[in-house]
């Protein structure tokens, strides 16, 4: 039997890069969508059994080729983490109706699309898994996140619509909310003051999402919070 499939979308050098690897460590081959293959290049060195795919999560066209690229090379996903999400901050008096529109083509049409190329043949198979990498916003509507957290919270609910739908066929869908400031270079100088347990390490991360992949089937979650142990909620 060949080792299975792990398809991410959204490969950033943060949470997506870190689960890539992490996957890859346990012995899957992976494929890296993203818009910029710039860093996915680079990871698919690094990784060995992996290729990357130019894929625009906003556009459904764009998703469906680069799947359809992927599938006709490697086979079907046996794993897919959805892990674009993008969005304007700003106050409904601020973002624009072109904000709140990207924000939905890439954190729920790009989703949508995505997830119906890799249901069939999950579906034919009786197994697989479909995780959401989701975030806070789409708990609770900040005053800037007035593009951002409608779409997250599309994001959230068309997971739950999923899940309702697809476990009963074997396929697991999950949804992780990160709840904190994901550890990047970035982060690390907008923010200096803060101490190393105050950020969200990506390696942890990942771990939460290889895990969910590989839960019992008497005992699947659905939803999870990931936030560092100090973070107040």
């Given at each position: 039997?060949?080792?299975?499939?792990?398809?991410?979308?959204?490969?950033?050098?943060?949470?997506?890069?870190?689960?890539?690897?992490r996957f890859a460590h346990e012995g899957y081959?992976?494929?890296?969508?993203?818009?910029?293959?710039?860093?996915?290049?680079?990871?698919?060195?690094?990784?060995?059994?992996?290729?990357?795919?130019?894929?625009?999560?906003?556009?459904?066209?764009?998703?469906?080729?680069?799947?359809?690229?992927?599938?006709?090379?490697?086979?079907?996903?046996?794993?897919?983490?959805?892990?674009?999400?993008?969005?304007?901050?700003?106050?409904?008096?601020?973002?624009?109706?072109?904000?709140?529109?990207?924000?939905?083509?890439?954190?729920?049409?790009?989703?949508?699309?995505?997830?119906?190329?890799?249901?069939?043949?999950?579906?034919?198979?009786?197994s697989g898994s479909i995780v959401f990498i989701?975030?806070?916003?789409?708990?609770?509507?900040?005053?800037?996140?007035?593009?951002?957290?409608?779409?997250?919270?599309?994001?959230?609910?068309?997971?739950?619509?999923?899940?309702?739908?697809?476990?009963?066929a074997g396929i697991h869908v999950a949804l992780?909310?990160?709840?904190?400031?994901?550890?990047?270079?970035?982060?690390?100088?907008?923010?200096?003051?803060?101490?190393?347990?105050?950020?969200?390490?990506?390696?942890?991360?990942?771990?939460?999402?290889?895990?969910?992949?590989?839960?019992?089937?008497?005992?699947?979650?659905?939803?999870?919070?990931?936030?560092?142990?100090?973070?107040?909620?």
């Open positions: 039997m060949s080792q299975p499939l792990f398809v991410i979308i959204g490969v950033g050098p943060g949470n997506g890069a870190a689960i890539a690897r081959r992976i494929a890296l969508l993203s818009r910029s293959i710039t860093l996915s290049d680079k990871l698919a060195t690094e990784l060995g059994d992996a290729r990357a795919y130019t894929c625009d999560a906003a556009d459904p066209e764009s998703v469906k080729g680069a799947l359809a690229r992927m599938c006709k090379d490697l086979g079907a996903a046996d794993v897919l983490v959805y892990n674009a999400g993008s969005g304007t901050w700003g106050s409904v008096e601020n973002v624009s109706a072109a904000d709140l529109e990207s924000a939905w083509r890439v954190n729920v049409l790009g989703a949508f699309t995505a997830v119906r190329e890799v249901i069939p043949t999950m579906k034919d198979r009786g989701g975030a806070t916003a789409s708990r609770r509507g900040a005053a800037r996140a007035a593009a951002f957290a409608p779409a997250k919270a599309a994001q959230r609910t068309l997971a739950e619509s999923m899940a309702r739908h697809l476990w009963p992780v909310i990160i709840d904190g400031v994901v550890d990047l270079p970035r982060t690390r100088e907008r923010l200096p003051g803060k101490p190393d347990s105050f950020f969200v390490k990506p390696d942890d991360v990942a771990a939460t999402v290889y895990w969910l992949t590989q839960q019992p089937r008497s005992a699947w979650a659905f939803e999870v919070e990931a936030r560092p142990f100090g973070e107040v909620w």
